[in-house]
């Protein structure tokens, strides 16, 4: 219920604010080049836990460029941050993620996201873990794990 | 008219997407003010001339909902119109939300046409 409920708000809200097309990667991903990033956050409410995102460095500068609409970093100048944006993508993922979980009544506090390089061993970690969920966001693999405390 | 537009937001994304999508819904702004945190809003409310405050609540050092509740505390920013544009949308919060007094609530991701809609409804004229 979870990874499913997870593979469709990530998808739906993926698409609606990076105009990427989005869909599971249910295979080995494809070569990526390091950095990687993870971007997580914690929710607390009738029941709590954490949500992690885990990108190549490379989607989360495409990802930015998207969301700002521009075709140059330079056009977007210091409000180009490319963390900053994945922070904001997996903070949408996780408001919209609780209401499918847990109904529209209760309230959950989230932490505000934080982002961290994550060394190439971890991420190739993340793409053999079962519990997290793989998609494709055109040719880029990125991957989100949902753990409940 | 121009519009002066205060935006309340730890990511500077949004704030920067808020206001591209403000300018391509054709919003006619003035100054277009921003803040990471609720403590800076309060700071910007306090020496500026704001029409409009967006204000996200998930923030660190000052949240949204304790912002909102200095201003209406406040005589001199109690009048000016808040819009909440946030991801977290339980019916419960946007009840407590709209009882602060905060005029609208717009949930994350949102389109230019919400943007525009709720300038044109709280400020009036075309936009």
Same mark, same amino acid.
């Given at each position: 219920?979870?990874?499913?409920?997870?593979?469709?708000?990530? !998808? =739906?809200?993926?698409?609606?604010?990076?105009?990427?097309?989005?869909?599971?990667?249910?295979?080995?991903?494809?070569?990526?080049?390091?950095?990687?990033? *993870?971007?997580?956050?914690?929710?607390?409410?009738?029941?709590?836990?954490?949500? !992690?995102?885990? +990108?190549?460095?490379?989607? *989360? =500068?495409?990802?930015?460029?998207?969301?700002?609409?521009?075709?140059?970093?330079?056009?977007?100048?210091?409000?180009?941050?490319? *963390?900053?944006?994945?922070?904001?993508?997996?903070?949408?993922?996780?408001?919209?993620?609780?209401?499918?979980? +847990?109904? =529209?009544?209760?309230?959950?506090?989230? #932490?505000?996201?934080? +982002?961290?390089?994550?060394?190439? #061993?971890?991420?190739?970690?993340?793409?053999?873990?079962?519990?997290?969920?793989?998609?494709?966001?055109?040719?880029?693999?990125?991957?989100?794990?949902?753990?409940?405390? | 008219?121009?519009?002066?537009?205060?935006? $309340?937001?730890?990511?500077?994304?949004?704030?920067?997407?808020?206001?591209?999508?403000?300018?391509?819904?054709?919003?006619?702004?003035?100054? %277009?003010?921003?803040? @990471?945190?609720?403590? @800076?809003?309060?700071?910007?409310?306090? &020496?500026?001339?704001?029409?409009?405050? %967006?204000?996200?609540?998930?923030?660190?050092?000052?949240?949204?909902? @304790?912002?909102?509740?200095?201003?209406?505390?406040?005589?001199?920013?109690?009048?000016?119109? $808040?819009?909440?544009?946030?991801?977290?949308?339980?019916?419960?919060?946007?009840?407590?939300?709209?009882?602060?007094?905060?005029?609208?609530?717009? &949930?994350?991701? %949102? /389109?230019?046409?919400?943007?525009?809609?709720?300038? &044109? /409804?709280?400020?009036?004229?075309?936009?």
């Amino acid at each position: 219920m979870s990874k499913n409920a997870l593979t469709q708000v990530f !998808s =739906r809200i993926a698409e609606q604010m990076t105009f990427m097309f989005v869909e599971p990667l249910d295979s080995p991903p494809p070569p990526t080049e390091p950095p990687y990033m *993870c971007v997580s956050m914690q929710f607390i409410g009738p029941f709590s836990g954490v949500l !992690s995102l885990y +990108a190549p460095g490379d989607l *989360c =500068r495409q990802v930015a460029m998207n969301v700002l609409g521009v075709d140059d970093p330079m056009e977007a100048g210091s409000h180009f941050k490319p *963390c900053d944006t994945m922070c904001e993508l997996l903070n949408v993922t996780c408001g919209n993620l609780l209401p499918e979980l +847990a109904g =529209r009544e209760p309230v959950f506090n989230l #932490t505000p996201p934080r +982002a961290f390089e994550i060394e190439t #061993t971890d991420w190739e970690a993340i793409t053999q873990d079962p519990d997290a969920q793989g998609f494709l966001m055109e040719d880029f693999p990125v991957y989100l794990k949902l753990i409940r405390t | 008219m121009a519009y002066n537009i205060l935006v $309340v937001d730890d990511s500077a994304t949004v704030r920067a997407v808020i206001r591209k999508t403000l300018e391509l819904a054709g919003v006619d702004l003035g100054e %277009f003010l921003e803040a @990471e945190n609720g403590k @800076e809003g309060l700071e910007v409310l306090r &020496k500026s001339w704001v029409d409009l405050v %967006f204000c996200d609540i998930n923030m660190p050092v000052m949240n949204g909902e @304790e912002m909102i509740r200095a201003m209406r505390e406040d005589e001199e920013l109690r009048s000016i119109p $808040v819009v909440v544009v946030s991801t977290e949308a339980s019916a419960t919060r946007i009840e407590a939300l709209h009882k602060l007094g905060v005029q609208d609530y717009i &949930k994350k991701p %949102f /389109t230019p046409e919400m943007l525009r809609n709720v300038v &044109k /409804t709280l400020l009036g004229g075309e936009s």
